[in-house]
């Protein structure tokens, strides 16, 4: 077999048998085959696409390159959720406590933060103390015991996929499907949970920008999910606003434990109680009526909120941030961002609004590189709202107040102020599965 005839095959449009994949993916991690021979297959992919089987196989080969969690030994139907990126996207930290405090498990890896969108491991993180390595017996025992872990993902988590991305990323192959498809679900499959829900981000502020793009997206992990036995939704949800009000580590935090304790803004309320109800759905706990009334139920009991100190404490992190939030690292310097007209908001470009964050210090441009858990920004008026001229749209908080300038004047730029009152569309756009 030679990677020569692999390559004209697909580019010939005809679909790569199982034994091709796997020749492609074990020959690229082991170093046998070379990077421009990858990126030109990986263009073939983009202009010619893949069929459900390459997709699934492409998938679980990419998984299987690595470490494969093994989480038989939970009690019960783990449940796992991914979101696609967006800005302002806490949910993670509110879903997986409702969901552990009706039964479900949740066994969840996620990752850090890079661009203009956020990554839950870095919120989870501004929490004093709080550790988000774990050895895998240790994140066994925890999900058993109170239903719920979310930890850092491990270096030996799909590296087909770590190899391919940092190809896509010079060669001009990060816009394709099956590729965007592969990536996401490889982690998954590789992280071990029987259920997976998907969070498919659309609009200004997500990498799909239109609701066609995100269903076929949406189809495509859904399809690879079921190809490889495991139970799998997911739901289109609006990125075209940022979610909540807050958007920076440590002050995402304190909008999380706000909304745990009932007081959450009602966009991002609503949304967490819906895809908490299907992951209880997808963990066979109850059909979905019933499992609203159950999330519902544990919200408004506290019970969620319980969980989540629960969490917090089994991981080392101090559980009094629940009811004191002065410990949390919320930036020092603060700027009111101003109305500069009167009308309406009509349009948030939600990217630049992530950009302003960044800016402040609240995310990276560069893997792995340093934050500030304390700087971010507080909308105030966000799509919809009416606003007069000098009203605050928006606080800013960093930890150096040279910052303040450049980030206040994107944030500005990137609010669109009309006479007319907009539609404003429910957060949640469809449902694939």
């Known amino acids: 077999m030679r990677m020569y005839d692999i390559i004209l095959k697909k580019r010939a449009a005809q679909p790569l048998t199982s034994e091709e994949i796997h020749f492609v993916i074990s020959g690229y991690v082991n170093g046998d085959i070379p990077d421009y021979q990858v990126s030109a297959l990986l263009m073939t992919i983009v202009f010619n696409g893949m069929n459900k089987d390459e997709l699934g196989t492409l998938t679980l080969e990419m998984a299987k390159s690595g470490h494969m969690v093994d989480l ?91 190899k391919l991305y940092a190809l896509r990323d010079v ?3 990060v816009d394709s499907i099956p590729l965007i498809a592969s990536s996401v679900m490889s982690k998954k499959l590789a992280s071990g949970a029987q259920a997976i829900l998907l969070d498919v981000k659309v609009g200004s502020g997500a990498f799909m920008k239109t609701l066609d793009d995100a269903r076929q997206l949406a189809q495509a992990m859904v399809d690879i999910g079921k190809a490889n036995g495991r139970f799998v939704k997911a739901i289109l949800t609006d990125m075209d606003r940022p979610l909540g009000h807050a958007i920076g580590n440590a002050l995402e935090i304190r909008e999380v434990i706000d909304t745990l304790k009932g007081n959450g803004p009602e966009d991002l309320t609503h949304e967490c109680l819906v895809m908490a109800a299907h992951m209880l759905v997808l963990g066979k706990i109850c059909d979905y009526d019933t499992a609203f009334e159950r999330v519902q139920q544990a919200l408004d009991s506290g019970a969620a909120l319980e969980r989540l100190g629960l969490m917090i404490s089994a991981q080392g992190g101090d559980v009094r941030v629940l009811n004191d939030d002065s410990l949390l690292p919320i930036g020092r310097y603060t700027r009111d961002v101003i109305a500069q007209s009167n009308g309406y908001i009509i349009h948030m470009n939600t990217e630049q609004c992530g950009i302003a964050s960044v800016m402040l210090g609240a995310g990276r441009t560069v893997k792995d590189g340093p934050i500030d858990y304390g700087a971010g920004i507080v909308m105030h008026k966000k799509t919809g709202d009416a606003v007069s001229k000098d009203d605050v749209i928006a606080t800013l908080y960093a930890g150096d107040e040279s910052l303040l300038d450049g980030a206040e004047k994107t944030y500005i730029d990137a609010i669109t102020i009309d006479a007319v009152a907009p539609g404003v569309s429910n957060t949640i756009l469809g449902i694939v599965e």
């Open 171 to 173: 060669t001009g192959t």
């Open 72 to 162: 038989s030994s939970i009690d019960g139907v783990t449940v796992d959720k991914h979101s696609t990126g967006g800005v302002g996207d806490k949910t993670t930290l509110i879903i997986a406590p409702l969901v552990a405090a009706c039964g479900g498990k949740v066994a969840k890896m996620s990752g850090r933060g890079l661009g203009h969108t956020g990554g839950t491991i870095d919120k989870m993180e501004s929490i004093p103390g709080l550790q988000t390595e774990m050895k895998q017996d240790a994140f066994i025992e925890q999900v058993n015991r109170i239903g719920l872990a979310v930890i850092g993902q491990s270096e030996g988590l799909a590296p087909a996929d770590k």
